[in-house]
């Protein structure tokens, strides 16, 4: 059964991997992100520099002056869409919904063929129970030839198909972020998982071995790592990472599912 992602379900919507554009069959016209345009008026200078204020306050989770400085952007040029996605990812965090759909829209009215306001939005839908409709505006995120940050997409896009318990779609994200940048951690976490519950013992051993190289073990890797190696056979790996679960991560959820063997 396949585990709701965790730890390695990052903020990828906010910040995420760079790499080279990457094609996609289902794409519309191609558009450079509007937030990496030149203004060319002086409002439109002064929304673009008080959107890219407050996503800065975003991440930092400030969420008051960030959403200050949307609406400060939007009262300086109203048609900024960066402004309006801003506005949305601030109802979002806040769990505002009904009012991040609003802005997400009126973002997309305004920039439809926009990567990064697909990419934000398709994590909107993911995240608030719309997965399979995520996929769309996470495609048109990925085959924009001008997105800077498609393994972002590709990542965002493999998190939400493993929701909808589609592992062929979400293994192809995965591989496809994966070749963008080999130290896509989250990436890795889940084709190892992938192939786990494939049976493809061989592969999923061999990729939690090249995370494990990049990163000291979480509870979830260890906990994947010993399932993997049980199955194996290999009972000195398999106790190498229960001792690991049991210094490290005692009060886990990993933890507890092996003290009571719930192993699958």
């Not at 806040?94 to 934000?120: H, K, M, T």
């Not at 963008?180 to 013992?201: S, V």
Request: glycine share 8%.
């Amino acid at each position: 059964m396949m585990r709701k992602p965790g730890l390695f379900l990052l903020v990828l919507f906010l910040t995420g991997c760079a790499g080279a554009p990457v094609g996609d069959a289902d794409v519309g016209s191609v558009e450079q992100a509007v937030s990496r345009q030149a203004a060319t008026s002086d409002a439109g200078q002064r929304a673009k520099v008080h959107t890219e204020l407050g996503r800065y306050y975003l991440q930092a989770g400030n969420y008051d002056i960030a959403l200050e400085r949307a609406r400060i952007a939007i009262d300086a040029e109203s048609g900024y869409a960066p402004a309006h996605n801003l506005l949305a990812l601030v109802y979002m965090a806040l769990v505002r919904n009904p009012l991040a759909e609003q802005s997400f829209q009126r973002a997309l009215q305004l920039a439809p063929g926009d990567p990064e306001i697909n990419n934000d939005y398709g994590w909107f839908l993911c995240q608030t129970g719309k997965p399979k409709e995520s996929l769309v505006h996470f495609r048109l995120a990925i085959g924009n030839s001008l997105y800077q940050a498609p393994g972002k997409a590709l990542t965002n896009a493999g998190l939400c198909a493993l929701m909808i318990k589609d592992d062929r779609q979400a293994e192809d994200f995965m591989s496809r972020a994966l070749r963008i940048d080999r130290a896509n951690l989250t990436a890795l976490f889940w084709l190892a998982d992938i192939a786990y519950r494939g049976n493809r013992l061989a592969d999923a051993r061999q990729i939690v071995k090249e995370l494990h190289a990049r990163l000291d073990p979480t509870a979830e890797s260890a906990w994947l790592a010993l399932r993997i190696e049980r199955k194996l056979g290999d009972r000195e790996a398999e106790a190498r990472f229960t001792g690991i679960l049991h210094r490290k991560f005692r009060n886990s959820p990993e933890q507890q599912k092996l003290s009571r063997g719930e192993f699958d």
